[in-house]
């Protein structure tokens, strides 16, 4: 069994989704931020906005549907997780076999020497860092994948192969439009699993899935599971 999950399984914990409601900041579009070029020509606004987001992460807690994937997981001995968010809520949830196909948001990364710092997560220790320089003075830049960026290669050969040998996904709060990550459920499709979508809303992907269970993953997760 494999999880797909996007920013709709962290809406209830109080994290704005990127192309829902909210999900704007400034007016800005996460394509239009999230990418190099946008950073070498505007660092700063770059970081203001990645530690807006931090700022909102930390005091947010993990919702019933981080919780239900927990237990499937403990229960499933097959199971894999595969996530585009960055927000590492499933990890404070107890997520433990987790594919990070875009990054983490609270690790750094230092454009001159390469070295990856993690950040403090909890809201308690979570300080916004001003000066983002490594300590071979190089600039830090967030280490997630923005667009125009590869993957990280394990992480999308690995999500392949879950996908590859699975008897079922779910494809939990993701509008499936951001690539590779969304070819990974016609992938699924072909690979022969059974594929179910849980969304607040119909997707493209809803007239593709077995079933698409319409509604808050925080509500239908514990069901299912259950
Ligand atoms: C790459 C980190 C190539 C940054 C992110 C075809 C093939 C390959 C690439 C492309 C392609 N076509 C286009 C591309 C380019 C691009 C792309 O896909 N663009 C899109 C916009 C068209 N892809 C890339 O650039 C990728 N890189 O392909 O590189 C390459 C190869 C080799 C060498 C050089 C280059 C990289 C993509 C990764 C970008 N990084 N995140 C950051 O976070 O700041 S993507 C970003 O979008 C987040 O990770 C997010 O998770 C992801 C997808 O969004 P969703 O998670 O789906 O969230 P969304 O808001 O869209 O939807 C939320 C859903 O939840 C909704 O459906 C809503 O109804 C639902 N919902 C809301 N509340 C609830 C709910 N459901 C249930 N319960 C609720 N309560």
Redesign the pocket.
Known sequence: MVALT????S??SGIP????AG?LWRSFR??EL?TPGAFRRNPDLVWEWYEWRRGVIAAAQPNAGHFALVELERTKHAFTMAT???DGLHDLAGSRRIVKL??DIWIDRCLACGRELVREHAKDTYQHHSEHRCGCGGLLRPG????????PENALSSAEDAVRGADLVLV?????????AAGLVPLARQSGARVIE????E?TLSAEVDVSLRG???DILPKLIA
Do not use: D, M
């Open positions: 996007g920013a709709g399984i809406a209830e989704t990127f192309r829902g999900g996460p394509e999230a585009q968010n960055v875009h990054g997630l994948v923005w667009f125009g960026e590869p993957l939990i709060g993701t509008s499936a439009a951001v690539y590779p849980v969304n607040l809303e997707t808050k993953s925080g």
